[in-house]
């Protein structure tokens, strides 16, 4: 390339002389004394090719440049750069490649930010939300304003009909009729020489409530109530009436009837009792079994008018086919429903109707004859006093009832054994 020397450059050109200078010597003396030179044109206008030629120079000079500076910097600080490890940038190679995985060169990156060539800004690690230190601490945790309750069992003593028996007080009883007079067939009686010599009466007997209380409590820091979302006192409440309400359908269905317990249906009904199993066998479970349980409390002058029972003895039921497979409760389409009642009286599930190993079925009248006595209603109430010095106030949940069966004889208990 032909250039016109504007200073005096190293004895070798002289100022206003011509010289003919390779390309990438032009490069060297524009890196040791600066630009102090010009290309020489001849004639009045450049072409296109020349314009081109002298865009290319400067913009190699420009890189040939900052590639310099930059390698002189680094090396300024090599010591340094060796030792320290920076954040993560992003390279046209991606996240960290094996190719490049290298001590992090401030150097190099601003070069790369610069020049376009990030070849040389190596990356040793990336920005990552998993871990803390790399940017994780960066990203919130949402929590939902709601709460997913935990798996509970439904209340079915009281939805299977039994009357809710106020108490005026903490012991109250019930006069209940256990028979009816004695009648006679007989003729036409001349009572001035003789009267109806045959004497009737009528039984009386009663139950007695005695209300039992039944309570739960929890306590809560004043600090938690304050700041919690969603709200844990309402959260607690919610949860103190179920667990009340689940505890109470426990206590009726097989209660020891110990101490303040009530006694449940294990424990009342004592006449109208069997026991069978799923096993096959003389005593297998069949819906021979529920045809027996109706006779035998319609036998005592009652009717069934509804059945509980745990989904292990429905679940054994269901599965009863005819010799040519076909289901006896339901059926084999898994896109129809299962009934919900044996013989037209409604089936209640309770996962609670059980001690140990051995299922119960319960039939009975539970409209009439099964009796929830209550003294007093669920009732909320907290304190913030009870605990005072530990900043803690307490909620209580508390009920008072009792449980009986009028005529015991109007229920059929069946035990199912497992296999």
Not at 125 to 148: F, H
Not at 294 to 306: D, E, F, G
Request: charged residues 25%.
């Amino acid at each position: 390339m032909k250039l016109k020397m504007l200073l005096d450059i190293g004895g070798k050109y002289k100022a206003g002389e011509f010289y003919d200078v390779p390309d990438d010597e032009v490069t060297n003396l524009s890196l040791e004394s600066g630009v102090h030179y010009e290309e020489a044109v001849e004639g009045e206008a450049e072409d296109a090719e020349r314009t081109k030629r002298a865009a290319k120079l400067r913009d190699d000079m420009a890189a040939t440049i900052v590639d310099r500076v930059f390698d002189r910097l680094e090396a300024s600080h090599a010591a340094d750069a060796a030792e320290r490890k920076a954040p993560a940038f992003l390279s046209k190679y991606g996240r960290g490649t094996d190719e490049h995985e290298e001590k992090f060169s401030w150097a190099r990156s601003v070069r790369g930010i610069v020049t376009g060539k990030w070849d040389q800004a190596p990356i040793e690690k990336n920005l990552l939300e998993a871990t803390g230190a790399a940017g994780g601490y960066l990203v919130p945790t949402e929590q939902s304003m709601e709460l997913i309750g935990m798996l509970r069992e439904e209340s079915v003593v009281r939805a299977a009909g039994a009357r809710v028996w106020p108490m005026p007080s903490d012991v109250t009883t019930i006069p209940i009729q256990t028979a009816g007079a004695t009648t006679y067939w007989e003729g036409e009686v001349d009572i001035t020489t003789s009267g109806m010599t045959k004497d009737t009466t009528i039984a009386f007997g009663q139950r007695q409530l005695v209300a039992k209380k039944l309570y739960a409590y929890v306590g809560m820091s004043n600090d938690l109530i304050a700041d919690a979302s969603p709200s844990v006192e309402s959260i607690v409440k919610d949860s103190l009436v179920t667990d009340i309400a689940e505890a109470e359908d426990l206590a009726y269905l097989t209660g020891a009837g110990v101490g303040a317990t009530p006694s449940g249906f294990n424990k009342l009904v004592t006449t109208n009792t069997n026991s069978s199993t799923v096993a096959a066998g003389a005593s297998q479970l069949t819906f021979d079994t529920v045809l027996d349980m109706m006779y035998n409390v319609r036998n005592k002058k009652s009717k069934v008018t509804a059945f509980i029972t745990h989904p292990y003895v429905i679940n054994a039921l269901r599965k009863i086919a005819t010799s040519t497979g076909d289901y006896i409760y339901g059926t084999r389409d898994p896109s129809k429903p299962i009934p919900a009642q044996w013989y037209g009286m409604p089936v209640f599930e309770s996962t609670q109707c059980l001690s140990g190993t051995d299922y119960y079925v319960v039939a009975g009248n539970f409209k009439r004859e099964a009796i929830v006595g209550q003294r007093a209603q669920i009732a909320l109430a907290n304190s913030s006093h009870v605990e005072f010095d530990k900043d803690v106030t307490v909620i209580r949940a508390t009920i008072r009832v009792d449980f009986k069966l009028a005529h015991e004889d109007a229920f059929h208990l069946e035990t199912v054994t497992a296999s």
